[in-house]
């Protein structure tokens, strides 16, 4: 019988110890009930605790970021350690996954756990990205984003971001973007609330970063209560009057900016402004001592700053740092240690005219690039262009990552502080990729390219429900966050082969295939015909989609010849890539329909394409953004060309 033993009582390494008891039973259940114990300086068993407990050295530079996982076993027992309490975590989960154990969705019947014996294992690395987080998006509910808490865990990534859950929540429990087929319920700002602690618990639990942002600050500054921001869209609720005072000046008017709380700016140049967006931080930072970094972001609208004659003196990013240099005086002097991130959101990509950061220690620069295509990474002899210029109110939004890079190089020039990327991959990009084998390819790209322009990891704003039919997507971005040089080529056979056994390479050429007849690049509108009305009319495209109806008919006889398969998580594999064949099917036609210019019929098409795949929407919730593909795919339907954020 194993014993589990605990080199130090801490909570993280107490639920490490469970979950390795769990597994160890799961995978032997004849090996029993492993007692697990509290025993510093214990020389048998599994033996869980941090480095310097079993006298090894570490390598962390900071043991709050550096994630450094050791593990020196034999069948029977031996360490598994860690910089830190979540890298003990780490650890245990890498000695499972080394023995055979695979998470490829979030929840029990997403795992594959081996029935055999444990195998000793000898593995040490510090994770090659500090950064490794991920945030709410979409339409998710409670209890997929608190699987999704548990699931980013056993995948290593060591960061939670829970902005505005509010926002993202009652999307779900309104049921607003998958048609008729779910009534609508009623979910409410204080209960979200209460489940916002729940995650913050749960992601502790696993001793995860905890970062806040999101544009919640401003109407927060202004006394607003950001759960309300459905209410004044829909003019249910008015401003009170002395907040005008406090608005961006937009063509002479200081107004709500496309009548929505969150896309609104302010007037900046005021010092009355700053100051209340700086209380509501430092009211925020001292309410909430458990998180590691809080962000200096604006408002979420797009070419809204104030044109007054004092805000037109400087850009954005010179009133981000003005505040940034107050705020960390004022922590500083409160002995606060929290980091503060200063986002390149929109017109912040910009460099400043002015204004110098004055204690880099406070601030990592966080890279945002939403505007950005997808169809290409950084490469060694990238060759960066000039910078756009900054025009108030009037900028070109850069498209390719070299223009991307270029302004976030300028951005940085002055400002000697790391840097993180706050990415879009599973936002967008994964739904202009229906086979999801093209963005699988760029994740390992982007994340290799990292190290290349001295960027420090990834935060993403994705869906945290987005495994249909399959999650490799978000293995290989966390893997390859871990470890920059791991095989894409292995992994992908390691990760197909075990779920879908014998006949995985025919499901990776389906997947591929409706990928190309898709073709990232087309679906992003950069590939119209000579020509074209907008960015997606392209008849040569069309002829390439009609491939995906003879492409569903192969899925679908692949998924009656192993229908019947006996491991769990290939049956729901399975079961996932049926829907998928209907699913490849249907948006095919729409987009054939809008490939041959008939944008009319599309939308049609569209539309009742989310009603009839919509009643689908309670059986595949877990694994499938329904509500986030039907809004943003919509969008690409409607208006076109590539997002101007």
């Keep these: 019988m194993f014993t589990i033993k605990k080199m130090r009582d801490d909570q993280t390494i107490s639920f490490a ?30 033996r869980l605790g941090l480095l310097e407990d079993f006298g090894l050295p570490n390598e962390a530079a900071d043991p709050t970021w550096d994630d450094v996982v050791h593990i020196d076993t034999t069948a029977e027992g031996g360490i598994l350690a860690g910089s830190n309490p979540r890298s003990v975590l780490f650890a245990v989960y890498r000695f499972l996954r080394l023995n055979g154990c695979r998470w490829f969705y979030p929840g029990p019947e997403g795992e594959y756990v081996p029935m055999k014996a444990v195998e000793g294992q000898k593995y040490h690395h510090m994770a090659d990205h500090r950064v490794r987080g991920y945030t709410i998006e979409g339409d998710p509910s409670m209890e997929q ?19 505005d859950p509010y926002v993202y929540l009652r999307r779900y429990y309104e049921r607003r973007n998958i ?11 204080e209960q979200c609330d209460q489940w916002l602690r729940t995650l913050e618990s749960e992601a502790l639990k696993r001793g995860m970063l905890l970062k806040e942002g999101g544009h919640g600050n401003i109407p927060c500054a202004l006394g607003l209560n950001p759960a309300d921001r459905e209410e004044y869209r829909t003019g249910e609720k008015q401003l009170p009057e002395h907040v005008y005072q406090y608005l961006a000046l937009m063509k002479g008017k200081r107004t709500l900016f496309r009548n929505d709380i969150y896309y609104t700016n302010l007037c900046m140049s005021q010092p009355e ?8 931080y430092i009211e925020n930072i001292q309410n909430n001592p458990h998180l590691c970094m809080t962000g200096i972001g604006f408002a979420d609208g797009t070419r809204n700053h104030c044109e007054c004659e004092n805000c037109r003196k400087l850009n954005p990013s010179d009133f981000q740092i003005m505040i940034a240099n107050e705020l960390d005086e004022e922590l500083t002097a409160r002995g606060i240690d929290t980091k503060v991130a200063l986002s390149t959101y929109v017109d912040m990509m910009f460099p400043p005219i002015r204004e110098k950061i004055k204690n880099p220690d406070r601030f990592w620069l966080q890279f945002t690039p939403i505007s950005r295509s997808y169809s290409a990474s950084i490469k060694e002899d990238t060759v960066l262009p000039e910078p756009l210029p900054y025009v108030r109110n009037a900028w070109k939004a850069p498209k390719g990552i070299d223009q991307c890079m270029a302004l976030f190089h300028a951005r940085r020039k002055d400002v000697k502080v790391p840097a993180y990327a706050y990415e879009y991959h599973f936002w967008r990009a994964q739904f202009r990729d229906p086979g999801l084998m093209i963005i699988c390819r760029r994740l390992y790209e982007d994340v290799r390219s990292l190290k290349l322009v001295d960027i420090d990891g990834y935060q993403q704003d994705g869906s945290n429900k987005h495994f249909f039919p399959h999650g490799f997507h978000q293995f290989i971005h966390a893997e390859t966050l871990v470890n920059r040089d791991c095989d894409y080529d292995a992994l992908l056979d390691d990760y197909f082969s075990l779920l879908f056994g014998e006949d995985y390479q025919e499901v990776i050429k389906y997947l591929t295939a409706v990928s190309e007849a898709f073709g ?5 509108g950069e590939e119209p015909a000579a020509g074209a009305r907008d ?43 049926e829907r998928h064949a209907e699913f490849a099917a249907g948006v095919a036609e729409v987009f054939q329909t809008k490939a041959r210019g008939y944008d009319k019929l599309a939308l049609e098409k569209m539309d009742a394409f989310i009603e009839s795949f919509g009643r689908h929407d309670y059986e595949l919730e877990r694994w499938m953004d329904f509500g986030l593909f039907s809004r943003l795919t919509r969008s690409i339907i409607v208006k076109m060309p590539f997002v101007e954020q």
Excluded: C
Aim: net charge positive; aromatic share 8%; glycine share 4%.
């Design 273 to 280: 402004v700053r100051r209340m967006l700086i209380n509501r």
């Design 145 to 163: 984003v608190a699987n999704w808490v548990d699931y980013q865990a056993k995948l290593e990534l060591n960061m939670f971001v829970p902005s």
């Design 17 to 46: 110890a469970d979950e390795l008891k769990k597994y160890l039973w799961s995978m032997m259940p004849k090996s029993g009930n492993t007692p697990i114990s509290l025993e510093p300086g214990a020389t048998e068993g599994f």
């Design 179 to 189: 048609g008729n087929n779910r009534p609508a319920e009623v979910v409410t700002a």
């Design 535 to 577: 960015p997606l009319h392209n008849p040569e495209r069309a002829e390439k989609l009609e491939q995906v109806y003879e492409l569903a008919a192969v899925a679908r006889n692949l998924v009656n010849k192993n229908r019947k398969t006996p491991v769990r998580v290939q049956a729901l594999a399975w079961r996932l890539l």
């Design 520 to 524: 990232e690049k087309y679906m992003a």
